[in-house]
């Protein structure tokens, strides 16, 4: 089964917003490094990242869809 060069693109792009999520989500360094012990940076880390997920979902859904409707 090939898949095409645009299927590959779509692929990458669902993996690099997923990886770059799991990042911000689950590795506690960054919030460390951004917030300095700071209890007001660390709770607009919380937020803010969660936020950024939560955007990227439509994201993923919309891509999975192309990939869906193209396959």
């Given at each position: ?66 990939e869906?409707?193209?396959?």
């Amino acid at each position: 089964m090939s898949t095409t060069p645009r299927e590959r693109l779509h692929t990458r792009w669902v993996r690099s917003v997923v990886i770059a999520d799991f990042v911000l989500l689950l590795f506690p360094p960054l919030q460390w490094a951004f917030s300095h012990g700071d209890p007001v940076a660390s709770t607009l880390w919380s937020v803010g990242s969660a936020a950024v997920v939560t955007a990227t979902l439509p994201l993923l859904r919309r891509l999975s869809r192309t990939e869906r409707q193209e396959g």
